[in-house]
């Protein structure tokens, strides 16, 4: 299994180190088809850790056999709610988002905190 990790500041910039982080990780491991998904998944899970836990965190890439697996691991305890926006809603479309272009996601909780994860199939 080959992993890429980002530690990071609960700060609006280290969504976009996450997603440059995520692009560059894409291209490295020749998954240019997957670029689009993985980095779209990896920005509303770093934006929701930074948003909702405000703590410090922990974006983990791994490649594994048939998937990219995306981790992001904060130190709050509450567990993220998939909600279904509305039509004009301007917020909560972060999981919703993740939902769509995840084949599977969810969360665990760990000691200090928790780690919400997303897969997608390569």
Known sequence: MTETTL???PQTEAVEYARRLAARTMRTWSLLDREELVTAIV???VANAVRHAGTALELRLLRG???IRVE???RAA???RLTV???LDESHRGLFIVDR???RWGADPVTGG???WAEVSI
Do not use: N, W
Request: aromatic content about 4%.
């Open 7 to 9: 530690r990071a500041a």
């Open 43 to 45: 920005a509303e899970l």
């Open 65 to 67: 056999a048939g998937r």
């Open 72 to 74: 992001v691991r904060d």
């Open 78 to 80: 509450q567990m993220p």
């Open 85 to 87: 926006p509305g039509p």
């Open 101 to 103: 272009f995840a084949s």
């Open 114 to 116: 928790k780690v919400v």
